[in-house]
């Protein structure tokens, strides 16, 4: 009994014990969640306190109660302005009443709003905030707080703005780009679809621009093009739209037009707005501009079809003497298809020797001989039979051919000349002319003392034409390069003199030892008495100044007795002979000299 006694003692006392170290561990467990949750909430103190994101916490009707360092640091105000006060204190104007309303509706339906808000800080500035606010609801689903959690994206935005604008824009004169204007363009056509009206597109291409770039250097030619981009905005409507494509071509998109002469007029206006000179530099610049235009939906319906077609309109109109317009109709197509055949036979032209040289004789006016030939490239074309000059030079210029086709005709007609002398033949020179791309070159002169090495020819048995027309810009390096070539004991003599409007200047600059009068002047003397005057003035300041005359295309005897008279030295032209081949010319050079 006692031991039974004893044990049921001994029970409770253990489970006192028990219950004691429970009570012990509970409290222990309480400390240790109490030491945790206090971590917990100072974390997230120091989150709310240190983060970078601006913090702001309302209650349900709005009252500012929460705001951390980071929402002062982008509002400007303290804890004190706007604790107790409601989130319009931030309030910048730029959104409707609209706006907001879709905001509290997404923030009620879907518990938040993720967006952008511009807001004003304390000192008025306004900046662009992306921002989310979360409503905090209870258990029962009642809302208690909103908090907001944003960030000031001003800075990343601007810069993000200027990404695109430049994707979108021409760094040079901040028109729209290639970019935008198809952008602009498809716009357009939906819009003119839907009403049944007209979109004219223009594309317009400054006429000689690549002279005064190449001459006059890059920056000369970038201010051209602002300049140029100035003056076209001013031209047109709010609703039109000018870009630029690259280089010296413009487009306009006239959208909304009721019928063809309304292009016409953008145009015509267009060309009277680049008249005036430009004043750059210490320069003075005419510029005139082709325009090429197609409408829609007559010359196309989608975009690479419109600007073809404006495009080809363009060529027509440069081929017309430039500073003109040119609706599009469809021969061009055609007439642009042939030219690049035309192109791609020029390239085989010169490797399947197909081009020729023909002499064309200089004859002395005082005794009859032959004194010189003028070389003159041919081109016989295996199916189209003689290909003018005047149709492929200038796509020989166009395409940088000319450059391998100029060298070919030096070497060929230095050659040619050494051969004629070796047959004791009495020639004095043999001219060539030089292309504007080759007197660009600064290899020019080595190209012709390696001709003239190459063949033997003497240096003064070589005179190189140089074109009154392409002097006009970049006068010093060209003067340079005369200098050079002269010293070297080659002649200089200018061709066309007296076509351009700056030819007694060119007498006075350059080192030149003849002057080519040009046909437009000779072929009158006989029945115009201003033209005679002219160049019987011309031959008598030439003489003065020591040079040769040579007159261009002298056609019948009166012409030849009027120059003789007026003591030009030598005559050129079909009344001694048309040009020939080398082996003709051959024949009429031993018969001379005889």
């Known amino acids: ?72 640091m982008v509002t400007g105000y303290s804890p004190e302005e706007v604790i107790g006060k409601n989130p319009r204190i931030l309030n910048s104007g730029k959104h409707d009443a609209e706006f907001y309303v879709n905001m509290w509706a997404c923030i009620h339906e879907c518990g938040h709003w993720r967006g952008e808000i511009w807001n004003r800080r304390k000192n008025g500035e306004i900046y662009l905030q992306l921002v989310t606010i979360s409503a905090i609801k209870d258990e029962s689903g009642k809302t208690l707080y909103y908090a907001a959690v944003f960030s000031d994206i001003t800075e990343r935005k601007r810069y993000e703005e200027q990404i695109k604008y430049h994707a979108y824009h021409d760094s040079l004169t901040g028109l729209p780009n290639r970019l935008l204007f198809h952008d602009r363009l498809s716009q357009a056509l939906v819009h003119a679809n839907r009403n049944r009206q007209m979109v004219a597109v223009l594309f317009l291409d400054l006429d000689r621009f690549k002279v005064i770039n190449d001459s006059l250097g890059h920056a000369v030619g970038d201010l051209l093009l602002k300049a140029v981009a100035e003056r076209l905005t001013g031209c047109l409507r709010e609703g039109d739209t000018l870009s630029r494509l690259g280089g010296d071509e413009f487009t306009v998109i006239i959208p909304d037009i009721a019928e063809e002469k309304d292009a016409a007029k953008v145009a015509r206006k267009i060309i009277n707005a680049l008249f005036p000179p430009f004043v750059l530099d ?154 504007v791309r080759q007197l660009r070159q600064d290899e020019l002169v080595a190209t012709v003392v390696s001709a003239l090495q190459e063949t033997g020819l003497a240096p003064n048995c070589l005179e190189l034409e140089i074109s009154e027309s392409i002097t006009l810009h970049n006068l010093e390096q060209i003067i340079d390069t005369l200098h050079n070539l002269q010293m070297l004991g080659v002649r200089i003599s200018i061709d066309d003199f007296g076509a351009g409007y700056s030819s007694l200047m060119y007498l006075k600059k350059f080192p030149i030892d003849t002057i080519k009068i040009d046909q437009s002047l000779v072929q009158d003397v006989v029945t115009n008495s201003d033209d005679a005057a002219i160049v019987a003035a011309v031959i008598a300041l030439a003489h003065t100044l020591k040079l040769e005359v040579v007159a261009e295309g002298v056609e019948n005897e009166a012409q030849f007795e009027f120059l003789s008279s007026c003591q030009c030295d030598i005559i050129q032209g079909y009344f001694f002979s048309k040009p020939l081949s080398a082996k003709k010319f051959e024949e009429l050079l031993r018969d001379n000299n005889a």
């Not at 014990?17 to 917990?40: F, G």
């Not at 003075?284 to 939906?297: A, C, D, H, Q, R």
């Not at 200089?362 to 070389?375: C, K, Q, T």
Request: glycine content about 6%.
């Open 1 to 72: 009994m006692e031991d039974q006694m004893k044990s049921k003692e001994q029970l409770i006392a253990e489970l006192k014990q028990l219950q004691k170290q429970i009570e012990a561990q509970r409290e222990a467990a309480e400390k240790n969640r109490s030491k945790q949750s206090d971590e917990h909430l100072r974390l997230v103190a120091d989150v709310f306190e240190s983060t970078l994101e601006g913090v702001m916490v309302t209650d349900a009707k709005g009252t500012i109660l929460l705001v951390n360092p980071a929402f002062s």
């Open 282 to 435: 210490g320069h003075e610049f005419f510029v005139n501009t082709s325009i090429g235009i197609s409408l829609y939906p007559v010359d196309g319906t989608d975009i690479e079809t419109l600007i073809k077609n404006a495009d080809a309109a363009m060529y027509r109109a440069k081929e017309r003497g430039g500073n003109h317009y040119q609706f599009y109709t469809p021969d061009m197509n055609a007439k642009a298809v042939e030219k690049l055949a035309m192109e791609t036979d020029l390239h085989r032209a010169v490797d399947r020797e197909e081009l020729t040289v023909c002499y064309q004789p200089l004859v002395g006016s005082f005794d009859g001989r032959i004194v010189g030939a003028e070389a003159l490239i041919r081109w016989q074309h295996p199916e189209l039979g003689p290909v003018s000059p005047a149709e492929f030079i200038p796509l020989a210029e166009e395409t940088g051919l000319i450059t391998q086709i100029g060298e070919w005709v030096l070497r060929t007609a230095c050659k040619q000349m050494k051969e004629w002398q070796e047959a004791n033949l009495s020639l004095d020179r043999v001219c060539v002319n030089l292309s």
